[in-house]
């Protein structure tokens, strides 16, 4: 009896001591995760820190430089100084004999017409230009001088005349808020100080997937990624800025063939005779590819249509429901 309640006793004591273990491997589990988790925050938070530090000090570093080189561009397009220079007369040298005299008769000439076979006595006019001074050359960026296809935005000017064009400009700037030219979502500058801190950041280094994943900056890639706008662009050089290295080609995702149609299907446009990419001037819809199956198959062709037309017909897709022809006579197996 008492052996039996001594064993019942161990017995009771060792589900005590597994369920303790059990606890305690739980929680020393359970505080394990729970360490991870913050240190993941952490780090999170500190690779936040990082590229908003980024961000700032590029943008802070841009700002600083522009005023100067803007008022260089402002400053280049006025009237360019420069002082005349006389007249200088160089005497023409020719031979008695390579003259006609006969043909030159002041300021008139002939002309012999091989196709009609006729001479022709032309009295040229005498053109004065008057002096004008030069300017130096324009290379700053100019916006759109042409008629672009208005899609129903009243507030945004599409085009604006040349300078010589006899055209009440500011009556057609009376009005508009936005010029055509300028996307009010996209500052260019904006754009440039973002790509040179995914530059520098990439540079440390931060991966593009962790640099996306803050959200802090623009999206990186698809159709209106950073990269992907300014893949085709030619920056501004800034001389104090130092030089980083190319940024490398990460592959994107595969996508599969409908979703490539329909993600670059609104930069072409769908005038035939058009090669711009983002056209203005034919800005219309172009339709999805839907990728739809056809309704249409061999078969019901096949039913519509007993015989075959040729070696090349669609019938003929199946041995066992091919036409042989032999000795004119036509048979099927």
């Known amino acids: 009896m008492e052996q039996s309640e001594r064993r019942g006793l161990d017995h009771s004591y060792d589900e005590d001591m597994s369920h303790?273990?059990?606890?305690?491997?739980?929680?020393e589990l359970a505080h394990t995760i729970e360490n991870r988790m913050l240190e993941h925050e952490q780090e999170r938070?500190?690779?936040?820190?990082?590229?908003?530090?980024?961000?700032?000090?590029?943008?802070?570093?841009?700002?600083?430089?522009?005023?100067?080189?803007?008022?260089?561009?402002?400053?280049?397009?006025?009237?360019?100084?420069v002082e005349s220079v006389e007249g200088t007369s160089v005497p023409l040298h020719f031979s008695d004999e390579s003259m006609d005299t006969d043909e030159v008769d002041?300021?008139?000439?002939?002309?012999?017409?091989?196709?009609?076979?006729?001479?022709?006595?032309?009295?040229?006019?005498?053109v004065h230009v008057p002096a004008f001074t030069p300017h130096p050359k324009y290379e700053a960026c100019t916006p759109a001088s042409q008629n672009i296809r208005n899609v129903g935005y009243p507030r945004w000017l599409d085009f604006i005349p040349y300078a010589d064009e006899g055209f009440p400009a500011w009556t057609l700037l009376h009005g508009r808020r936005y010029f055509h030219w300028q996307?009010?979502?996209?500052?260019?500058?904006?754009?440039?100080?973002?790509?040179?801190?995914?530059?520098?950041?990439?540079?440390?280094?931060?991966?593009?997937?962790?640099?996306?994943?803050?959200?802090?900056?623009?999206?990186?890639?698809?159709?209106?990624?950073?990269?992907?706008?300014?893949?085709?662009?030619?920056?501004?050089?800034?001389p104090h800025w130092p030089e980083l290295p190319e940024l490398p080609c990460?592959?994107?995702?595969?996508?599969?063939?409908?979703?490539?149609?329909?993600?670059?299907?609104?930069?072409?446009?769908p005038h035939m005779?058009?090669?711009?990419?983002?056209?203005?001037?034919?800005?219309?819809i172009a339709e999805p590819?839907?990728?739809n199956i056809a309704h249409v198959r061999s078969g019901i062709i096949k039913q519509k249509i007993?015989?075959?037309?040729?070696?090349?017909?669609?019938?003929?897709?199946?041995?066992?429901d091919s036409f042989l022809l032999h000795d004119g006579f036509i048979s099927t197996d």
Request: with cysteine.
């Open 45 to 81: 938070e500190e690779q936040r820190n990082q590229i908003l530090k980024t961000y700032h000090d590029v943008w802070d570093e841009f700002y600083e430089w522009e005023p100067e080189p803007c008022c260089s561009v402002v400053r280049s397009l006025q009237c360019a100084l």
């Open 183 to 238: 996307d009010v979502q996209r500052d260019p500058d904006a754009c440039l100080i973002e790509l040179r801190t995914i530059h520098i950041l990439e540079s440390q280094p931060f991966s593009y997937n962790v640099i996306n994943a803050h959200s802090v900056l623009p999206r990186l890639f698809d159709r209106d990624g950073l990269i992907g706008r300014f893949s085709s662009r030619d920056l501004w050089h800034l």
């Open 106 to 126: 002041g300021n008139t000439f002939e002309v012999f017409d091989i196709e009609q076979d006729r001479l022709c006595r032309l009295d040229p006019d005498i």
């Open 306 to 320: 007993q015989r075959p037309c040729g070696e090349m017909c669609c019938t003929l897709d199946r041995v066992q």
């Open 273 to 284: 005779g058009c090669l711009y990419n983002l056209c203005l001037l034919h800005n219309d």
């Open 289 to 291: 590819f839907s990728g």
């Open 20 to 27: 303790d273990e059990q606890l305690s491997a739980e929680f």
């Open 250 to 269: 990460t592959p994107l995702d595969e996508y599969i063939m409908k979703t490539q149609i329909n993600e670059y299907v609104d930069k072409m446009c």
